[in-house]
Nanobody, 126 residues
Framework: QLQLVESGGGLVQHGGSLRLSCLVV????????IGWFRQAPGKEREGVSC????????KYADSVEGRFTISRDNAKNTVNLQMNSLQPEDTAVYYC???????????????????WGQGTQVTVSS
């Protein structure tokens, strides 16, 4: 059974950086598009970034464009999210999710992601 394990969250100051990792266990990463989502207290879960199964296409939320970079290493079964210039409004629980339904065009359609990790907390202090 496919499992996703996030790591790399923590507390960072405004303007700092963090690197989140999503390890895929139990299946081949190359079969899946991977999305990163986040949910802040009292808010709905929102898409942050998504990468196609081949890594050829990526998508970013407007709020993180130019600051976050998603990448995948299929040989290591890992997808990373490099987050730079972090701001207090980036504070949230971050989740990675896997989809075999997403085609070549990355998406933030939550219903297409069939497996989710447990989440990792990111807190940015002002």
């Amino acid at each position: 059974q496919l499992q996703l394990v996030e790591s790399g969250g923590g507390l960072v100051q405004h303007g700092g950086s963090l690197r989140l990792s999503c390890l895929v266990v139990g299946n081949t990463l190359g079969d899946y598009a991977i999305g990163w989502f986040r949910q802040a207290p009292g808010k709905e879960r929102e898409g942050v970034s998504c990468i196609s199964s081949t890594g050829g296409s990526t998508k970013y939320a407007d709020s993180v464009e130019g600051r976050f970079t998603i990448s995948r290493d299929n040989a290591k079964n890992t997808v990373n999210l490099q987050m730079n210039s972090l701001q207090p409004e980036d504070t949230a629980v971050y989740y990675c999710a896997a989809s075999r339904l997403v085609g070549p065009m990355p998406t933030f359609a939550i219903t297409l992601f069939e497996q989710w990790g447990q989440g990792t907390q990111v807190t940015v202090s002002s």
